[in-house]
C-alpha cells in the first residue's frame, strides 16, 4: 500500500476527537531578522508536547478492538514514548514501552504518568529491539514504530493539512528531519493539496544523514552524530525516505550555533518555548539557506519540551 493525501484526510478526522488542532503564529521581529513571512505551525502546543501524539494517535484509533485489545508497544526514549502511551491510554488499552535505563528521568517519569507499562534495557538498539520481541510475542501487542510506518505518516501529515487549511497562500513549508515520519507526512500532504508548493526539510550539519542519504540515492545511516537538537538523531527508515526523495525539494543543513540563536530569538521575542529540534526549521530561514527571501512561509515547530534546568545556552 502507498499512502496518499486520503490517508492524511482518514487520519485527521480518526484524531480529530484527541489532537488539539494548534494554532498559527507569527512574530513580526523573526520575519524582520529572516526576510519573509513566516507562519509558526506550534506542535509545542499539541498533547505531550510535540507532533508525534498525531502519529501515535491514528496508529492506535487505526487498530481493530481485537488488536487493541492485546495493547500497543514500542522502543522509545522520547517523545514517542509518551505519545503512544497516552494515546494508549485514552482508548483504554495497554502500552509497552521499551526504554533505555539511561533515559532522562523526566521522560520516564512522563510515560509512566500517562499509564506506559516500561521495560528497562541496555541503552543499545540491540538490546532494545530483543526487549520488544520479547514483550510482542508474550502479550501480542501491536508493534507502532516511532516513524517507519504508514499510519504514524499518515498521522504526522495532519499538521500541514491543517496549516495549508489555516494558511493556503503559503509557499513553502519548512520541517525538522530525523526518521523522516515529520517531513514525509508533511511533504505527501503539502504537494498533494497544493502543486508548487516548496517542502523543505532542516536538519543539524552535525547529524546530516538525510541530506547524505538524498545526495547519494540511498539512506545513509546517522552514524555516531552529536548534536543539540537530540530529536534528529535517527536515521531515514524505509517508508518514510521514498516520499522524502519524491517530494522534498531539498534538505538544508544548519549550524548548532544557528539552532540555538534562533532557539533563543523565538523564545525571547515570540515567547513561545521550542526544543532545539524545533528551532533546526527555524535556523534554516535563519541562516538564509532557502532562498525563501519575501515568500510565506510555514514552519512546523515540532515540539517544546526542554529540561529547563539544562537549558543548552547555559551550558
Wanted: contains cysteine; hydrophobic residues 45%.
Amino acid at each position: 500500500m502507498s499512502l496518499s493525501l486520503a490517508d492524511v484526510r482518514q487520519a485527521a478526522t480518526r484524531i480529530q476527537p484527541y489532537v488539539h488542532r494548534t494554532p498559527i503564529l507569527t512574530n513580526s521581529s523573526f520575519n524582520q531578522k529572516v526576510g519573509a513571512e513566516v507562519f509558526l505551525k506550534c506542535e509545542n502546543f499539541q498533547k505531550v508536547g510535540a507532533f508525534k501524539f498525531r502519529g501515535a494517535s491514528n496508529a492506535v484509533w487505526s487498530l481493530s478492538d481485537e488488536e487493541a485489545a492485546r495493547g500497543v508497544a514500542t522502543h522509545s526514549s522520547g517523545n514517542h514514548a509518551q505519545a503512544l502511551a497516552l494515546a494508549a491510554h485514552m482508548r483504554g488499552v495497554a502500552a509497552y514501552i521499551v526504554m533505555p535505563n539511561n533515559a532522562p528521568q523526566v521522560k520516564k517519569n512522563a510515560v509512566a504518568a500517562y499509564g506506559g507499562q516500561i521495560t528497562f534495557c541496555e541503552p543499545t538498539l540491540e538490546a532494545r529491539e530483543n526487549a520488544l520481541e520479547r514483550i510482542r510475542r508474550a502479550t501480542g501487542a501491536s508493534v507502532i514504530h516511532p516513524y517507519n510506518d504508514e499510519r504514524v505518516i499518515a498521522g504526522q501529515g495532519t499538521a500541514a493539512l491543517e496549516l495549508l487549511e489555516d494558511r493556503p497562500d503559503l509557499d513553502a513549508i519548512i520541517a525538522p528531519v530525523g526518521g523522516g515520519g515529520l517531513i514525509s507526512g508533511t511533504a505527501l500532504a503539502a504537494t498533494e493539496i497544493k502543486r508548487g508548493i516548496r517542502v523543505i526539510a532542516a536538519e543539524p550539519q552535525m547529524a546530516d544523514d538525510a541530506y547524505r542519504s538524498m545526495q547519494a540515492g540511498e539512506i545513509v545511516p546517522s552514524l555516531n552524530p552529536k548534536t543539540v537538537a537530540d530529536g534528529l538523531l535517527t536515521s531515514l527508515g524505509s517508508l518514510t525516505f521514498p516520499i522524502i526523495q519524491e517530494r522534498v525539494e531539498r534538505v538544508i543543513t544548519v549550524r548548532e550555533e544557528s539552532i540555538l540563536e534562533a532557539m533563543r530569538f523565538i523564545w525571547e521575542r515570540a515567547k513561545i518555548v521550542v526544543e532545539p529540534s524545533a528551532a533546526t526549521a527555524l535556523a534554516a530561514l535563519w541562516e538564509k539557506k532557502a532562498d525563501l527571501e519575501e515568500s510565506r512561509v510555514g514552519v512546523i515547530l515540532s515540539g517544546g519540551n526542554v529540561d529547563l534546568d539544562k537549558l543548552p545556552w547555559q551550558v
